[in-house]
């Protein structure tokens, strides 16, 4: 019976590998990602050559990345998971379990990715010599590569909720239009309309709800850039100053991405395929 297990085991870890290796590889060769370390590389090196100084810099590569990676991220985990559902009904008929799939399939597209984020990024830094900026490219670059975990997870959840390609790209982009350009006017709303309130628990959690606040409470608080700060950001660096905001922000933004996984795997679980 333990022999029996352990072969078990090693069989699920063998598949789990091989589903790894080969959405990586995919990944890899997909024009998707040409796209994603192109567009990383133009804009970055177009704000670093033209920023005058170190906080402009730091300032105009930080939105860069919150505006491109969500958007990217929920768009192309959309319609990769979606793409790939023949590939799955092939690889469940051969007994290998929804767990191992869904993980295997999400490891392996996460690990794809990073290198295109990751290598434009720091060959813009390199060609446009912007030693100034490289305390708050550091910050960036790491906290950019959990941002791409979150929002990959956020999109295979998203594509358990509906087969139509056209409905998950257009509430991919909807979730998108919230987080970046609607959340921080609404907190902006409630602060003049409940102003006298106490609000400041209010705005801390909503602010570690989106990760694109958190990540962006982060980078401006540790990058001394605090003259940049949105009032939620404000609202962050002061309750959680120092090393305190960076340890919560990144397990926050941990958890999201193990939260919204889970979810995604419960859900596919479920899934009539």
Partial sequence: MVFANMLESARRRSAFSNIVL?????????????????????????????????????????NFVLLLVPLFLLVYGTVAFHGSLSFQRV?????????????????GRLLGLLP??????????????????????????????????????????????????ELLIAAAMGIWFVLYVLYDSLLMLMVIFFGDFPLQNVLLSMTLVNPIDTMRSIV????????????????????????????????????????????????????DL
């Fill in 220 to 271: 401006l608080m540790q990058g001394n850039l605090q003259s940049l700060m949105t009032h939620s950001s404000a609202v962050y660096a002061k309750v959680l100053s120092g090393y305190t905001g960076v340890i919560v922000g990144t397990i926050v933004l941990f958890l999201q991405a193990g939260v919204a996984a889970f979810i995604g795997l419960h859900l596919y679980r479920k899934r």
């Fill in 22 to 62: 080969f959405e990586f590889a995919d990944a890899l060769r997909s024009r998707w990602l040409i796209v994603y370390a192109l567009l990383i590389f133009s804009f970055s090196f177009f704000l670093l050559s033209l920023s005058s100084g170190g906080g402009d810099v730091a300032a105009s590569l930080l």
């Fill in 91 to 107: 690889i469940l008929a051969l007994g290998v379990s929804r767990t191992t799939l869904y993980a295997g399939q999400f490891v």
């Fill in 116 to 165: 295109g984020f990751a290598v434009g990024l720091l060959l813009a830094f390199i060609l446009a010599s912007s030693i100034e900026a490289i305390g708050s490219l550091f910050l960036i670059l790491t906290y950019g590569l959990l941002l791409n975990a979150v929002f990959l997870a956020l999109s295979f959840l998203l594509s358990q909720l509906s087969e139509r390609l």
